[in-house]
């Protein structure tokens, strides 16, 4: 988390170390210490919120941060053969993928349907959960939502990942994104 407070204390030091002799070791292989599940959301690239440089996080992304069987190998192959000990599902506030989902109200055409039935049941709980509420704060329980359902599927939906975090080789936590201050708040 200091990559991120020197985000958003505007002192990044990215691209502190991309020489030559770096490159080249990486290219002998890479061990990068936290793998993050991110939204594609242009707005937040992790490597420069955690003002990180190249071989030190793994990151996959993909709109509403949801894993489908290719997003768990991906996670499953940084965990296990490139051993990465944390693994940040990393939401953010105001996000399209959750946002189309409430406002779809589970369905879209097209691809992006297959996006919004993963979002559905965030969205649908929010939908339940938010008596009296206005649709930006629903919009934003579904995020916090969707983050939460993704993490706890993680180790439902991979036995490799699951064998990892009881052998205490993975830890798994859950981040969200302030598009205004630039800020990554650890969800409990």
């Given amino acids: 988390m200091a990559g991120n407070n020197r985000y958003v204390a505007m002192t990044p030091s990215l691209c502190k170390d991309t020489s030559v002799a770096i490159r080249k070791e990486l290219a002998n292989g890479q061990a990068p210490y936290a793998i993050i599940l991110s939204c594609s959301d242009s707005r937040l690239p992790p490597e420069i919120i955690f003002d990180k440089s190249i071989g030190e996080i ?50 879209a055409a097209g691809n992006i349907g297959q996006i919004v039935k993963k979002i559905a049941p965030a969205a649908s709980k929010a939908k339940s959960d938010s008596k009296g509420k206005e649709k930006g704060e629903i919009v934003e329980m579904a995020v916090d939502n969707n983050i939460n359902m993704v993490a706890d599927s993680l180790t439902e939906n991979s036995s490799i990942l699951k064998h990892l975090v009881k052998e205490g080789k993975l830890k798994i936590v859950k981040g969200k994104y302030d598009l205004d201050d630039g800020k990554v708040t650890i969800m409990k």
């Fill in 58 to 107: 793994f990151v996959v992304r993909v709109a509403g941060n949801i894993p489908d069987p290719i997003i768990l190998g991906s996670l499953e192959y940084a965990a296990e053969h490139l051993g990465s000990p944390l693994l940040m599902v990393l939401g953010h506030e105001k996000c399209g993928a959750v946002k189309a989902t409430v406002d779809a109200d589970g369905h």
